[in-house]
């Protein structure tokens, strides 16, 4: 038996037919635990690494794929066999759209044995993976998986360095670091940037992040995240304190005017995942 199938680590979720978590049709795995704490995370139920209880009368958590009766539990171990034999099921749909699995989180890179576990599975398998990645994480996470990895969709949220410390809870340097020696290497990546109104999607970061790319040979497509009000009623359903209130989804106008940086240093641009 292959060593990686019984590699165990926490997960919160499957998504079946992703369809915005990179090309094609996808499985998506979230894992558990992220270093970053975002102001408007839209998966608050992911910080936490260690599954959590959660009062069943109050929050009504989805049913989960792979086990049901987890209902009122976030978070539960699996072993990566288990994950692969359910992302198999939809590898018609993988091979019919150029899709396959995305492993997503919280931060994926905080349980790196798992993390390798599966994409080494996913390789002996043949199922294309990409992670979607803070990029926070030691050069040496990087180093173990990337030969295993054909896409990774890189968060690049802030590039003000004292404004990602007061809104992630961490530095950027470390992120941007990675970016650059991940395509430095030849890895094939797609910074994502989340357009948070009157944070991220200010005209100076946007421009700031548009000119740290133009520096970096191989990366011609970038996905603008346009602002989504998940994160909203998710922070209403687990009682989270929302620093940022209330705020409005980017116009198409706005989004336009957003894109137009990138199409300036020669990226297409994708709006959405
Ligand atoms: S990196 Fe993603 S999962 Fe982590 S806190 Fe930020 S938005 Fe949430």
Request: charged share 25%; proline share 5%.
């Amino acid at each position: 038996m292959k060593d990686y199938l019984n590699v165990t680590g926490t997960i919160f979720d499957l998504k079946k037919y992703a369809i915005h978590d990179g090309p094609g049709i996808r499985s998506t795995v979230f894992f558990k635990g992220c270093p970053l704490a975002c102001w408007w995370c839209h998966n608050p139920e992911a910080r936490n690494p260690e599954p959590e209880p959660v009062d069943s009368e109050r929050v009504r958590i989805r049913k989960y794929v792979m086990d049901p009766s987890r209902e009122g539990t976030i978070g539960y171990e699996v072993e990566v066999g288990y994950i692969l034999e359910e992302i198999e099921k939809d590898r018609v749909f993988y091979d019919q759209s150029g899709g396959g699995v995305t492993i997503s989180g919280g931060e994926p890179l905080m349980q790196l044995d798992f993390l390798a576990a599966l994409l080494e599975g996913c390789r002996d398998w043949g199922i294309r993976t990409a992670v979607d990645t803070s990029g926070y994480a030691p050069r040496e996470a990087f180093e173990l998986i990337i030969d295993n990895v054909d896409l990774f969709l890189y968060d690049i949220k802030l590039i003000d360095t004292a404004a990602h410390t007061e809104y992630t809870g961490m530095s950027n340097e470390l992120i941007l670091e990675n970016c650059v020696w991940l395509v430095q290497q030849g890895s094939n990546l797609v910074p994502r940037i989340p357009l948070i109104p009157g944070v991220t999607d200010t005209k100076d970061n946007l421009s700031g992040i548009a000119s740290f790319l133009s520096g970096l040979e191989g990366v011609d497509e970038v996905s603008l995240l346009p602002y989504n009000t998940i994160a909203e009623d998710k922070f209403e359903r687990y009682q989270i304190s929302n620093r940022l209130g209330r705020l409005e989804r980017q116009s198409i106008e706005q989004l336009q005017e957003a894109g137009k940086l990138f199409e300036e240093i020669g990226c297409s641009v994708r709006y959405g995942g």
